[in-house]
């Protein structure tokens, strides 16, 4: 469909058609003495370049280099790979070669001769002589290295345009004793010896993004040690890593670089101190030096480039939209995503950003995406050919205005997963480099004399192996014969193609492998809830930033586009999110009380707050409920009463209510915590409060009961006075021999029994304690729940 007028782009100039006519009518001359002087060519010769025939194909041909990667004229191509012998049986009387197929108009031709495994070079004749390798025996599974140098004058290439080029190897086995091919490798050759008239405008992305490292934990230090959830950062940016080596070649490669600032923060954050965790414990971490490294390198290849910063933690836009934008409070995280960006990228690399982009993620874009990359500040929305979709035999600017203001920045699909397969294996990136020079080639052949711009936007965390592929093929555009760099803002900015689509696609074009790999609602209701409680903790305390940056990053972290695909990571880390903030939380509290006893009209109630933070608490209000104030009574006859708190780091309070009790049995009252607003702050605590008041009746008999004790001791009183006196009158009738109170002749005293009960009852009896009597105040009370039975003080 959009590869239909491939064959009318290859067109030349008119100048250009004349010389070539010309230089064929000269050419032709000689070539026609030559038929009228012999018919045929020898027998021979016609035999030895001839195509050989197919084979099994059991020998496996690898391309490890191929250099020039586009020659000139002048130049000599060198091929070089290893070939091996995958059958059982030994190949005898091999030789690799080289052959040219046919030139590939368009670039669909391009796409279809990859996928053939022969591809069209094996009908064609090996160039042969002294242009091959001769191996004289291929043993089963051991593998032979090969190298071939070709004058460029000796391919027989004609016409600018992509060429396809084999390396074949022929030979024969016991059981097919004839010269066969046994294995082929095809690639692409692009040839434009001379630059073309109108050059593509080329801008080429390079990303510096990387999975979620830093926890929402941080020290109590004054400078709140990070802990991060792993050392994995240290292994890519250690020499040779994958972000090591973005940096290094990015420094000498014409691109506009677009970076994730957390990616800048956590490294940043890595060049102190820092801890990391080791189970349930955490040990120092130890790579400072490879992270003050890696960020100068990285400081050092941005000066003077375009830079375009992501919305910090780069949030997975197509999950927000399709699972997240109906939660309340999910898109309130990209506008300050997007302003920390520009200040991130500032203060650690100190150039100023581009904050005006948006990346979905493989730029699948449908409407609500679209909203929601905007609704971040974003003016220009990354996407790709493959989802806003051309009708057009050639490949338009990348330009596109797609309504309310907003620019679809739509980047080439085939040039930017050119290199998502596993550059690693042997050959393979080769192939791909070649792959990826003939199809920018052929872009710029479909209209010669248009110049277009033109965007690549690969994945977004290339592995070393693909970024080393990514940077030869852009060395192997250095010469600008048909394409000149370019960067991205100048792409966004450039007039768009008239004739290009500007419709954004439905959702229903949705890619369903995309949407099968988006965060699920829950994750985003799970973030809601973390939001919730954080906006509560910070409104109480004294120093509000110790926990709104890191814990405000780790909320942006939990909607990455690094969690695609890993559910199994991403739920945990927003489970420790929630379960460290919970801690936090939980530190400051109320003290449990157990039972309290109220005896009286009034007592004091203590309720004891604890604040184990390192900062004070401010802004909360202790609010006391009695759920039977007709029994028991709050300040001044309420059935509740407040205290506001304030509380420093470290300490506790205690905060004493009055109680009033109407009527005896127990009462249920519930302490809470509240913010400002008027939400409530941590658990609440419940306790009982037995009250036992002393009535007007019960008075009254105690009264009376003191009353017949004074009574009767006044008549005991009287009874033994009497005695003694009656003792004394009778005392002179007596012999003489006795004496008052001295015991008799059996030893008992001469005392009455009255008188001795009397005595008895006088001797034991205490003054009783006065209802009224004070009873001491309790001493303050303590951290520690109070004890069985408590007596509140009066």
């Not at 030979?171 to 690639?187: R, W």
């Not at 801890?275 to 003077?304: F, H, I, S, Y």
């Not at 042997?426 to 080639?441: D, H, I």
């Not at 009574?711 to 009656?726: C, E, F, H, I, N």
């Amino acid at each position: 469909m959009a590869e239909a007028a491939d064959f009318q782009g290859m067109v030349h100039s008119p100048a250009r058609r004349w010389l070539r006519r010309t230089a064929s009518l000269v050419a032709g001359a000689p070539l026609l003495a030559g038929l009228l002087a012999g018919t045929a060519a020898p027998a021979a010769h016609a035999a030895a370049t001839a195509p050989a025939a197919t084979g099994s194909r059991t020998v496996s041909v690898a391309l490890d280099t191929l250099t020039p990667g586009a020659p000139v004229q002048g130049d000599t191509l060198t091929v070089s790979g290893t070939v091996t012998n995958k059958g059982k049986k030994t190949v005898t009387d091999a030789q690799v070669d080289l052959r040219v197929g046919p030139r590939l108009y368009g670039r669909t031709a391009i796409d279809d001769a990859a996928a053939r495994s022969g591809g069209s070079t094996g009908d064609t004749a090996p160039l042969g002589g002294k242009y091959r390798v001769t191996l004289p025996k291929l043993t089963s599974g051991i593998p032979q290295d090969f190298t071939l140098s070709v004058p460029v004058n000796k391919l027989g290439l004609d016409d600018e345009g992509v060429y396809q080029l084999g390396v074949s190897l022929t030979g024969q086995t016991s059981s097919a004793p004839y010269a066969q091919i046994l294995g082929i490798q095809n690639t692409f050759l692009p040839w434009q010896p001379e630059a073309t008239e109108k050059r593509t405008e080329f801008t080429y992305l390079w990303p510096l993004i990387s999975s979620t490292h830093l926890s929402a934990e941080t020290g109590s230090d004054d400078q709140q040690t990070p802990v991060f959830e792993n050392d994995d950062l240290a292994e890519e940016l250690a020499p040779g890593g994958r972000l090591e080596q973005m940096v290094s070649l990015g420094n000498q490669l014409p691109v506009t670089w677009v970076i994730d600032p957390d990616l800048l923060a956590t490294a940043d954050a890595m060049t102190r101190n820092y801890q990391v965790r080791n189970g349930k414990d955490t040990v120092p971490g130890t790579n400072q030096a490879m992270a003050v490294k890696w960020l100068n390198e990285l400081e050092k290849a941005v000066q003077g480039r375009k830079v375009v910063a992501l919305p910090f933690g780069d949030p997975d836009l197509a999950s927000l939209a399709h699972r997240g934008k109906d939660v309340s409070g999910a898109l309130s995280h990209l506008q300050p995503a997007t302003d920390v960006a520009g200040k991130t990228v500032e203060t650690v690399l100190h150039v100023k950003p581009s904050v005006d982009f948006a990346w979905p993620v493989d730029g699948a874009i449908d409407p609500s995406i679209v909203d929601v990359a905007t609704s971040a500040g974003a003016h220009n929305v990354i996407t790709r050919s493959d989802s806003l979709r051309d009708n057009l035999s050639y490949t338009a600017d990348a330009a596109r205005p797609i309504g309310g203001g907003t620019t679809a920045v739509v980047a080439d699909a085939r040039l930017s997963t050119a290199f998502q397969g596993d550059m690693t294996v042997t050959g393979s990136s080769t192939l791909a480099v070649q792959k990826f020079l003939a199809q920018s080639l052929a872009l710029t052949l479909q209209e010669p004399d248009n110049q277009r711009s033109i965007v690549v936007a690969p994945q977004r965390m290339p592995t070393a192996a693909q970024a080393q592929s990514m940077a030869r093929a852009l060395r192997g555009l250095d010469t600008e014969r048909w394409t000149e760099p370019s960067d991205l803002l100048t792409a966004a900015s450039a007039t768009p193609d008239a004739d290009a689509t500007t419709k954004v696609p439905g959702s229903g074009r949705y890619p369903k492998k995309l949407r099968g790999q988006e965060l699920p609602t829950q994750a985003f209701l799970d973030i809601q809830r973390t939001q919730s409680r954080l906006d509560n903790f910070k409104a109480i305390l004294s120093s509000p930033d110790r926990v709104a940056a890191p814990f405000g990053n780790a909320i942006g972290r939990a909607v990455s586009t690094s969690w695609r695909g890993d559910r199994d990571a991403a739920k945990p880390y927003r489970k420790s999110v929630e379960v460290y903030l919970r801690s936090l939380t939980n530190e400051v509290q109320l003290i449990p009380k157990s039972v309290l006893t109220l005896s009286g009209r009034s007592a004091t109630i203590p309720v004891t707050v604890q604040n184990k933070l390192v900062q004070g608490v401010q802004n909360l209000t202790l609010r006391l409920t009695s759920d039977k104030p007709t029994r028991l009574k709050l300040d001044s006859g309420k059935g509740t009463a407040e205290r506001p708190i304030r509380i420093d780091g470290g300490h506790s309070q205690s905060v004493k209510f009055t109680g009033a009790g109407n009527a005896n049995g127990p009462v249920q009252v519930t302490a809470q915590l509240y913010t400002e607003d008027g939400k409530p702050y941590g658990s609440s605590m419940t306790f009982q409060v037995r009250v036992s008041e002393i009535t007007a009746t019960v008075m009254l008999v105690i009264a009376g009961g003191v009353l017949l004790l004074v009574l009767a001791g006044v008549k005991m009183y009287s009874q033994r006075k009497r005695a003694v006196a009656r003792r004394a009158a009778a005392r002179p009738a007596d012999d003489g021999t006795g004496t008052a109170g001295e015991p008799d002749a059996d030893g008992a005293e001469d005392l009455d029994d009255a008188e001795r009960t009397g005595g008895s009852r006088a001797a034991e009896h205490t003054e009783p304690e006065q209802p009224s009597d004070p009873t001491p105040d309790t001493a303050p009370e303590s951290a520690d729940a109070s004890g069985t039975g408590e007596k509140v003080d009066r």
